[in-house]
């Protein structure tokens, strides 16, 4: 700073008015900056053992690191620097946890220092200022809603009464699967209106026949996923975040124009009739029903406005349709890449099933093989390869390294599903592994995290899973799959990855049914 304060005092004296104005206004410019980077790299680091990583740019940190997969290129880096480490991204510190001991103690053994989230722009605009259930911050509101999400929305005695619901959204996929028998389909749009339809009528009490409008609400769906899932630069480097770089913002706020119509109009309705289900206690009242009603508690732990119940509605509806259908992609993906495991799982169905009929959610338990498969499609394509960022809410230490308070945190369950050390042959699909470990996705093995773990686990992982096995069950039990005659190898099927909140299939997989149950199970199926 002194050398500065020479250079200003030596150019007054020997440059000419119009060089000294010049110089003058590029020191203000420039003086900030020299200021922020002297401070940055002559701060006492002896004062905190932050975990190891690597050493930041200026500005950027080390965002330049990241490519299109951030999952991929994070856990390369955490093979360099270990199960924890330490990263940069632009103004923010980001903590990595690689390893089954760093999942621990950031989701069980610290879980309520790691309890809350980061602010970002695309959760204020997909979720009315932070008021969800999966992305507010920790405190008294979320407490409330997790409360009330758990206890009155998606408690095991209301899943089970959506039963009848899943089982003709079931019959009606496998009936346009059979109407489709014979010729190239895409799956993900079966996939797709199985889940759509479930969600739609246990949060809204609507199917939507309309194809358009289905279409619609998918889009809706996906660009939720995509939206909360991007990397914007300027959450990052905030003095740019209102120049858009990456035209997020913008997409964002083109995301609430178009979504809060639909959902004013639902909550109008809604209300609307709320008298029917006043006069009649045997109405079926769906979620926005409920929460309707625990709005008008007159005792409230907090009052839910409006805008809380399209947010919570919004959550609910986006989780539930992308996840499932995600998953069962992957898996189908994975069993045409490896005939002879497919083979396997028709074999237990018909042995555990028969062929006289469909399986029942009550056949669940009983056919293991399929719930080692998901449990193998979750290991390689987990839902979320990065569970959603926590925040530090406090200084805490980490086995022995300083986590700073304000520190993003990250979770990479796709490294932790790529360990050696934890599992023979990472890389192959091998579902058998599974057999004789005691382990499965509530959050208790931190070896298997597809819907997190502690306080910040999703709230629906039951339903997501009646949904995904469910479904999965009955297009193996009721179909023969294979690629299209003009496809490659099945082991050369293309796997490459899209990323978002959750992980696609960068091309959708197209596959041919053929039925193997007697015809007329198909055609009573509805």
């Not at 980077?37 to 740019?57: E, S």
């Not at 089982?167 to 895409?186: D, K, M, Q, W």
């Not at 599974?434 to 819907?451: A, S």
């Not at 686990?457 to 999965?472: H, R």
Request: hydrophobic letters at 40%.
């Amino acid at each position: 700073m002194e050398v500065l304060l020479w250079l200003l005092r030596t150019a007054t004296l020997l440059a000419p008015p119009i060089l000294l104005s010049w110089l003058l206004r590029t020191a203000t410019l420039i003086a900030p900056l020299i200021l922020f980077f002297l401070a940055f790299y002559l701060r006492p680091h002896h004062r905190v053992n932050l975990p190891p990583g690597p050493k930041p740019w200026p500005i950027i940190g080390n965002l330049n690191l990241i490519g299109s997969l951030p999952h991929r290129s994070i856990h390369e880096l955490s093979q360099v620097y270990g199960p924890i480490m330490q990263l940069q991204f632009g103004s923010f510190p980001v903590v990595v946890g690689s390893s089954v001991e760093m999942a621990k103690q950031f989701l069980k053994v610290n879980d309520l220092n790691f309890a809350s989230r980061p602010k970002f722009s695309a959760v204020k605009y997909t979720t009315y200022d932070y008021t969800d259930i999966g992305w507010a911050p920790y405190g008294r509101y979320w407490r409330h809603v997790r409360k009330m999400c758990l206890t009155e929305l998606l408690n095991t005695k209301k899943i089970d009464s959506y039963e009848y619901i899943r089982v003709e959204e079931g019959r009606a996929l496998l009936f346009g699967l059979y109407a489709s028998c014979g010729n190239p389909i895409t799956l993900k749009d079966h996939f797709s209106d199985f889940t759509l339809n479930n969600i739609t009528r246990m949060i809204l009490s609507k199917k939507y026949l309309d194809k358009s409008k289905s279409k619609e609400l998918k889009k809706i769906a996906d660009e939720w996923f995509f939206l909360n899932g991007g990397m914007n630069i300027g959450d990052s480097i905030p003095w740019i975040n209102s120049l858009d770089i990456q035209g997020y913002v913008k997409r964002m706020k083109a995301f609430r124009i178009k979504v809060d119509p639909f959902l004013e109009g639902e909550v109008d309705e809604h209300i609307a009739r709320r008298h029917d289900h006043l006069k009649n206690e045997f109405v079926p009242k769906d979620i926005v029903d409920v929460l309707l009603q625990l709005a008008d508690d007159p005792n409230p732990d907090l009052k839910l406005s409006r805008n809380n119940i399209k947010s919570i509605t919004l959550d609910l509806f986006a989780g539930g349709v992308m996840s499932p259908t995600t998953i069962i992609e992957w898996a189908l993906s994975e069993l045409l890449k490896h005939p002879k495991l497919f083979e396997k799982a028709t074999e237990e169905l018909d042995k555990v099933i028969g062929r006289d009929r469909w399986v029942e959610e009550k056949d669940l338990p009983n056919l293991p093989y399929i719930k080692f498969i998901i449990y193998e499609t979750m290991r390689m394509h987990p839902g979320a390869p990065m569970l959603a960022p926590h925040l530090a809410r406090e200084n805490c230490k980490i086995h022995g390294y300083d986590i700073v308070q304000g520190t993003q945190v990250l979770v990479n369950t796709w490294s932790i599903g790529r360990d050696p050390t934890l599992w023979d042959e990472p890389n192959e699909f091998c579902p058998e592994r599974f057999l004789g470990r005691d382990i499965d996705v509530k959050g208790r093995h931190f070896e298997l995290l597809p819907f997190g773990s502690g306080r910040r686990m999703c709230p629906g992982y039951s339903l997501g899973l009646k949904l995904i096995e469910s479904g999965l069950a009955n297009l193996l039990h009721g179909f023969t799959w294979k690629l299209p005659n003009h496809m490659m190898n099945p082991y050369d099927l293309n796997m490459d990855e899209v990323w978002g909140l959750s992980v696609y299939k960068k091309v959708p997989l197209v596959a041919v049914a053929q039925p193997r149950l007697p015809i007329h199970l198909y055609t009573n199926v509805i």
